[in-house]
């Protein structure tokens, strides 16, 4: 790659790691083992022995490692191998090969999150030159983009091995800003059985589409209720939970009352909000007013509402020892909140103080054409640097 401009060393080895950590088709769906395999060689060229946790098939893995001393009050690098697909989505180029164009550089993955893992990966010999007082581990997660379905394992793993940390700073993209709270998620997959009758014959039978249809409608009142009169928080966009549903499927033929439709929805809440509350009076709906109605037509009618594990909001805490060191290291002093869900409230939920401060910008995260701004991965890798110098101290 060229550049109009003479790079510094950090940035030019970030920019070449993250040039190998975007090779890697880590799409969700996809296994990430050639990724954490690459990785493990990478530390144990450095003589770092990692550790790795698998999901329960074993095609997946989380992967942790320490540099410095196994003492407590280390300070924990977390970030997520996985990515979302590209399917669908107009790239101007190949999204795998990373490509500098106009002071950016291009691949999935850059902005969310491999920029901070090529920053990390790129100081390890200045992490081992450096004489650290507490150590730095290395927390790399899998399935984040399907549910933050890898942390919890690595969390408890780590609880076990590891001499208690004393700050986790997760990686996601913030322009380098210190955030201190996130939404939390819960998503659920409602399903409607109704009853097949000629759609001539509404009275004979239950279409579920339309009952789906009438469920949507009362969450979209829950929404509304939300937006209107539930808990609100400045620091968040929007500064409301949110309630919507994103996937629906049912029918078999525009004759025929439908048998089966279902349809995801999700609860993102304040972390002053109970997500709780609203699937509880969705569940009240369906159970006392909508089920007794079509079982008079047919006993067989049916609502099921499955949870998925919910992912757990950050939530503000009095200075942390987190926040601390980020905002010394960054400069920045703001009180900051995003909307996104991110591991951060797993790791706060197990008692580790928690915030999310990484490079490049959400805005482009999910995005075709994907990309961090030079001058975040640059940005990126001195806090690192200084991450590095303050671990020393
Ligand atoms: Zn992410």
């Known amino acids: 790659m060229s550049s109009a401009k003479p790079r510094n060393d950090d940035l030019a080895k970030a920019t070449a790691m993250l040039a190998k950590l975007v090779a890697f088709d880590t799409t969700s769906r996809n296994s990430n083992l050639a990724f954490i395999d690459a990785v493990r060689e990478l530390l144990a060229a450095h003589g770092i022995e990692s550790?790795?946790?698998?999901?329960?098939?074993?095609?997946k893995a989380n992967l942790l490692a320490t540099v410095g001393p196994m003492v407590e009050g280390g300070i924990v690098l977390s970030g997520h191998t996985d990515v979302v697909p590209v399917d669908d989505q107009k790239w101007l180029s190949d999204p795998f090969t990373l490509v500098e164009r106009d002071g950016r550089l291009y691949g999935r993955g850059t902005a969310d999150m491999k920029s901070f893992l090529a920053v990390i990966l790129s100081a390890l010999d200045r992490m081992q030159a450096a004489k650290l007082k507490v150590p730095l581990h290395f927390a790399f997660t899998y399935d984040e983009e399907v549910?933050?379905?890898g942390a919890p394992s690595l969390i408890r793993f780590l609880q076990a091995e590891l001499p208690a940390p004393g700050a986790v700073i997760v990686g996601e993209p913030t322009e380098m800003k210190v955030v201190t709270a996130h939404k939390g998620i819960t998503a659920m997959r409602t399903t409607v059985t109704g009853h097949e009758a000629h759609s001539s014959q509404p009275h004979r039978g239950v279409s579920a589409v339309m009952v789906a249809a009438e469920l949507i409608s009362f969450l979209q009142g829950l929404a509304q209720e939300a937006a209107t009169s539930g808990p609100r928080n400045p620091l968040f966009e929007p500064p409301h939970t949110t309630i919507t549903v994103n996937r629906i499927e049912g029918g078999t033929a525009l004759n025929i009352l439908a048998r089966h439709c279902t349809f995801q929805w999700d609860v993102r809440a304040l972390p002053e909000d109970d997500a709780e509350s609203y699937i509880n009076r969705f569940q009240s709906h369906c159970r006392e007013a909508?089920?007794?109605?079509i079982r008079t037509i047919a006993a067989d009618c049916d609502i099921q509402t499955m949870a998925r594990t919910p992912t757990p909001p950050l939530k503000m805490m009095a200075r942390s020892k987190a926040e601390e060191i980020c905002r010394a290291l960054t400069g920045d002093n703001a009180t900051r909140a995003v909307s996104f869900a991110a591991e951060a409230g797993q790791f706060q939920g197990a008692g580790l103080?928690?915030?999310?401060?990484?490079?490049?910008?959400?805005?482009?995260?999910?995005?075709?054409?994907?990309y961090i701004d030079i001058e975040q991965l640059a940005a990126g890798a001195r806090f690192i640097r200084d991450l590095i110098a303050h671990a020393s101290k």
């Open 353 to 370: 103080p928690t915030v999310i401060c990484g490079p490049g910008s959400i805005r482009q995260a999910h995005q075709p054409n994907e």
């Open 51 to 59: 550790r790795l946790v698998h999901n329960d098939d074993g095609t």
């Open 290 to 293: 909508v089920l007794p109605r």
């Open 147 to 149: 549910g933050c379905l």
